[in-house]
């Protein structure tokens, strides 16, 4: 794979000066980035970073201290009603477990939100359900429960069931946590694959070095310490580039230097 990739599109997410934390109490302050149409987007940082809090921010979960996180024109911390729905429908997630439901098939898991958000009849839904499946290889599986599949499995039916709504936007939480290194190699391809073949727009948060240089093309690195955004890019350029010792040690896997 090329070591840089071409800039996508223009900006279809846009952070501006963000605060976030809990109880008032902020973790991160004015964090400031874009997300541009078509591109996979990467949010890294160490453990307890706030690059999990970050991604509640933008899917709606939770409401930053202050800022705004606008989807074109539109800011979802102050939307309401309609605005917000629109806002909702325009991205999908998969969490970190994959969150299917343990008692449905993987058909049953990705027809559900099509049968409560659209009013397609029962074929129809049937035949978009396995289109989202096979899109993530996963089309002779569609009568499988969850437990009967492997984590990497798992994974890639919870991204075709973010995928059900046709979203503009994919948010990923951790998706190669747990797994090993060759399913996580797997599921990185099929995030590729599915970015380059569809234009959906993936923001990933990730702290798994192997993922982030294979599969993104841009990300912002966040430091608790710093209380915000400590380097931005192509991941490859900042490994081999930045002369910030925190950056390097986070893209090499090295120890920080004392004092640091």
């Known amino acids: 794979m090329d ?4 800039a996508k599109g223009e ?24 997300v541009r149409r078509g591109e996979v987007f990467g949010i890294l940082g160490g453990s307890g970073s706030g690059k999990s809090t970050i991604l509640k921010n933008m899917i709606g979960l939770l409401p930053p201290i202050r800022g705004r996180i606008l989807f074109g024109d539109q800011d979802i911390v102050t939307a309401e009603g309609d605005v917000r729905e629109r806002i909702l429908s325009r991205f999908g997630v998969m969490y970190q477990s994959g969150a299917l439901f343990g008692s449905m098939t993987l058909l049953e898991n990705v027809r559900l939100p099509l049968e409560t958000a659209t009013d397609l009849p029962g074929d129809a839904i049937d035949l978009v359900a396995r289109m989202k499946l096979e899109l993530v290889g996963l089309e002779a599986f569609t009568g499988h429960l969850p ?3 492997s984590g990497g499995m798992q ?18 939480d951790e998706p190669s946590s747990g ?7 797997s599921l990185d391809a099929t995030i590729r694959r599915l970015a380059d073949g569809t234009g959906v727009t ?10 982030i240089y294979t599969a993104t093309d841009r990300v912002i690195l ?5 209380k915000g955004i400590i380097a931005e890019g192509d991941p490859r350029r900042l490994r081999e580039e ?3 010792p925190r950056v390097r040690a986070f893209f090499r896997r090295e120890p920080e230097p004392a004092g640091t």
């Open 222 to 226: 966040i430091e608790r310490r710093a």
């Open 202 to 211: 993936f923001v990933i948060v990730t702290h798994d070095l192997a993922s």
């Open 147 to 149: 437990a009967e599949l």
């Open 11 to 34: 900006p279809i997410i846009r952070v501006v000066g963000l605060d976030t934390g809990y109880d008032g109490v902020p973790i991160l302050k004015d964090v400031t980035f874009e």
């Open 3 to 6: 070591g840089t990739r071409a």
């Open 179 to 185: 797994l090993d290194p060759i399913t996580a190699a």
């Open 155 to 172: 994974k890639r039916a919870g991204i075709a069931r973010a995928m059900a709504l046709d979203p503009e936007i994919l948010f990923l």
């Open 242 to 244: 930045s002369d910030d």
